[in-house]
């Protein structure tokens, strides 16, 4: 599959759409966008590419990720995916908003589809498996595509570092065991793609990000 990556306003998001490019099929990854223009961006890339969204997936539902998932929904007649721990964030994203001093009305939202680890979402020909990696929030997800040889990892892992742990249902210890116990064990050659920031590697990441060092010399909170 293919993927490419918009980066949006809020927050600096990365919103990712994988693609199969044969079948002409889609799925739009933590959609990030806040006003017309980034709306506009992500529709023309899918109407000049020929791709039907078949699925809007979330690897969280922290305001940043979502503020767009109502627009994607009723623009491209797609539902939502994400896991059931997080439902509660989409419900709260006007609240979640008040506390970042987004002054816009922010329509809640809800998963159309549960998903679980080892679940396997089908984009076309290609395939996304579901890890489950909770701490930055309690449902959140990576997506794995094997045969591309990526993993999407939302705010769970980041180049030279983790996502924080101080919003409502972070977990600092939770976080960096899930790290090691689902993201580290990929090839090393593989492609982390990240909700902020630039791409990197999980080999880089486990030889030098200094949270995930046997013996940090520092905690999350």
Same mark, same amino acid.
Request: charged share 25%; glycine share 10%; aromatic share 8%.
């Given at each position: ?12 998001? *990365?919103? +990712?759409?994988? +693609? ?25 890339? =899918? ?6 969204? #078949?699925?809007?997936?979330? !690897?969280?539902l922290h ?11 009723? /623009?491209?007649?797609?539902? =939502? &995916? ?21 002054? #816009? ?7 159309? !589809? ?16 579901? =890890?489950?990696v909770p ?5 959140s997800i ?5 045969? @591309? ?14 996502? /924080?742990?101080?919003?409502? @249902?972070?977990?600092? !210890?939770? =976080? ?5 116990? *689902? ?9 982390? +793609?990240?909700?902020? @920031?630039?791409? !990197?590697?999980?080999? /880089? ?5 200094? &949270?995930?060092?046997? *013996? ?6």
């Amino acid at each position: 599959m293919n993927i490419a990556k918009f980066e949006f306003s809020l927050f600096g998001i *990365n919103t +990712y759409v994988v +693609y199969d490019p044969k079948e002409k099929k889609a799925a739009i990854i933590d959609p990030g966008m806040i006003n017309r223009e980034e709306e506009e961006a992500l529709t023309r890339f =899918l109407e000049r590419n020929s791709l039907e969204v #078949t699925q809007i997936i979330n !690897t969280h539902l922290h305001i940043d990720h979502a503020i767009g998932a109502a627009f994607a929904k009723k /623009r491209f007649n797609a539902p =939502l &995916f994400g896991h059931k721990e997080d439902a509660f964030l989409g419900e709260r994203l006007q609240q979640q908003a008040i506390a970042f001093g987004i002054n #816009t009305d922010v329509e809640g939202i809800s998963i159309d !589809t549960y998903l679980e680890p080892g679940d396997k979402i089908k984009v076309g020909s290609g395939e996304l498996e579901v =890890l489950h990696v909770p701490g930055h929030s309690p449902g959140s997800i990576a997506l794995y595509d094997r045969e @591309g040889g990526f993993v999407i990892t939302g705010d769970a892992l980041f180049e030279g570092s983790v996502g /924080r742990t101080d919003l409502p @249902g972070g977990n600092g !210890t939770q =976080l960096i065991q899930s790290i090691r116990e *689902n993201l580290l064990p990929l090839p090393d050659s593989t492609v982390v +793609y990240p909700g902020h @920031g630039p791409a !990197t590697t999980i080999g /880089r990441e486990r030889a030098a990000n200094p &949270f995930l060092a046997p *013996n940090p010399h520092f905690r999350l909170k």
